[in-house]
């Protein structure tokens, strides 16, 4: 039964991989050869690169705004009253819970008295309201877990509430931060309906180029990019992985054996 369901999941995403190795001109299935010339499209096509490279820029920068202000906010939360926090939460996930269409309109309206529509501030921080959101729930899932007494035993200590927090909380929560960090560079990387209301006519994402090349011409190279796309989140937790086991091995290595 799980391989069915994950059959299910997948198989677009499969349909998807091979249709974009096709030798044909046009989208089809099976292709009736393998060619790689539609990857080679979207790198040879400033219009593709230019908008994969616009994309990443503002991911990265959402990230990083996210990063600190979800971090900061989930850190806040942690030491709120119950009733309180719930209330706190359920403001910061608005962004996220509400129809993505009515948080656009009302992001539109806002962006648009400030004068930001059209600009890459303004897609910034259209994607950091949302973003935010992500940083919150996972931070805030590693800090359920984190001993209060660490904190309290390194202010007894004559420790700073900020030195404490720089030496003792963020480094045992840094896994929910990166991987908040990563959800969040992924969400505005991919995010469309928001930044077609917000980027106006002088701004490609490499969302919006695809959307507009799958409403006038339907070639491979969507296929291409969308495999591209299917493949950069994968190879971003292979690496996250890869890191967290070499720092869990390093730490092994360096903790003192115990004394016979």
Request: no cysteine; glycine share 6%.
């Amino acid at each position: 039964f799980l391989a069915l369901v994950m059959f299910y999941l997948l198989f677009p995403e499969i349909l998807v991989v091979i249709m974009s190795f096709s030798a044909g001109k046009y989208l089809e299935f099976p292709p009736s050869g393998f060619s790689l010339q539609w990857y080679r499209s979207f790198f040879s096509d400033p219009s593709w690169y230019t908008a994969a490279w616009t994309s990443i820029q503002i991911g990265v920068v959402v990230a990083a705004l996210s990063t600190v202000l979800g971090t900061l906010a989930a850190y806040g939360l942690s030491s709120t009253l119950p009733g309180l926090r719930s209330f706190l939460t359920m403001v910061i996930l608005t962004p996220i819970t509400f129809p993505v269409i009515v948080v656009g309109i009302a992001t539109y309206l806002g962006l648009l008295k400030l004068g930001l529509l059209g600009t890459i501030t303004g897609i910034v921080l259209a994607h950091t309201i949302a973003a935010i959101g992500y940083v919150v729930v996972i931070v805030s899932a590693t800090l359920a877990n984190f001993d209060p007494r660490l904190e309290q035993a390194a202010m007894s200590m004559r420790a700073g509430p900020f030195r404490t927090f720089m030496r003792v909380t963020l480094p045992l929560i840094r896994p929910g931060i990166i991987g908040g960090a990563v959800f969040a560079f992924l969400a505005s990387f991919d995010e469309v309906v928001i930044t077609s209301l917000i980027a106006g006519l002088s701004i490609r994402t490499l969302p919006l180029k695809m959307w507009e090349d799958i409403r006038h011409q339907i070639d491979p190279t969507i296929a291409a990019v969308a495999t591209l796309l299917i493949l950069l989140p994968l190879l971003i937790l292979v690496i996250l992985y890869v890191a967290g086991w070499r720092s869990t091995l390093s730490l092994q290595r360096a903790r003192p054996a115990p004394a016979a």
